[in-house]
Every structure is written in structure tokens, then in C-alpha cells.
């Protein structure tokens, strides 16, 4: 979609919008051993009346011998914006192929290309096993141009701290 087509209450957001990439991501968590993962996201912006995007991730981790791809987690979701807010509220709802429904809301920072939201509602499937995610908050922060990072935060049944999942930094390709 033409970026000038885009819904005005998303203008300050349109550096979001285009297909990146993520390589040498890092897992962790104090109930797993820590890991490395890569991740396409596209963003998108479907419809030019509404002030929504959407954003789909796709993960996936690497052998490094044989450059084989093992897919981990898929997830789709809106990013909303709050016409006429100061500062701009934004809200995100995703679902994820691990049986997860997450609602996330927070503020963005037009100045320093910068939003944290956090976890107001999770559902999960009755299929799911333990542990159950409590609480989740993700920062988005434009880095430069090109350069986004995303930093994950969980809290879950069996830990309720909640602390640092899911560290990447994407490239922009287009």
C-alpha cells in the first residue's frame, strides 16, 4: 500500500510498516536454556479508514552446518491507534499458534520512535500445557532508518518476575 494512503492517525507510525528481518535473536528465561532464533515480520496497513495495522511474525531457528530451518512461532495481530490521544495510545491484540489470545496496551513516544505495551488480557486454548503465561510487555524501538529492536518480557506460572524473554534487532528490506 502506498504510505500516503495511510490512515492519518498512523502517520507518526508509518516508519513501521515494510517486511524485516531479524538475525542472531536471543531467548532466554530462568526456566529454559537459552537460545538463538531468527524472525521475518511484516507490517502492514490493510485498510486506509482504519487506524490499524497489522503485523505478522513468523520465527524460526537455524541449524548453522546445514542452514535448515525449523519453524518455533507463528503470530498475527492488529496494532491500534487511539485517534486524537496524547499521549498516542496504542493497543495490539495477537494470536499465536501456541494456543495464545493476548490484548497488549501502552503509550508510543513520537520523538523517540519508541512504544511499550503490556498485557491487560491473556487466553489461552484448554490444549495448553504448562506453564501458563501471566503477563506479558514488549518495547518496540526504532534504532535508525532501517534498524528496529524488539525486547520481550514475560511473567508465567512458574516464575512471576517478570523478566526478559525475547531480544532482536531486524533489518528493513523493504
Partial sequence: MDKSLMNPHLKSLNWLVG?????NGTGKYPTIKSFKYSEL?????PAPHQPVLHLKFSSWFENPETKEKKFAHFESGFLKVKPAS???????TSSHNNGLT?????????NECFFSIESNHIGRTSINKPPQVLK???EFKLLNENKL???MFLSTSTNSDLDEHLYIEYEKES
Fill in 86 to 92: 496524547s499521549p498516542i495510545y496504542v493497543t495490539y
Fill in 19 to 23: 517486511k524485516w528481518i531479524g538475525k
Fill in 102 to 110: 493476548i490484548i497488549e496496551e501502552g503509550s508510543y513516544n513520537e
Fill in 41 to 45: 515480520l511484516e507490517i502492514s496497513h
Fill in 136 to 138: 506479558t510487555k514488549r
Fill in 149 to 151: 529492536s524488539i525486547k
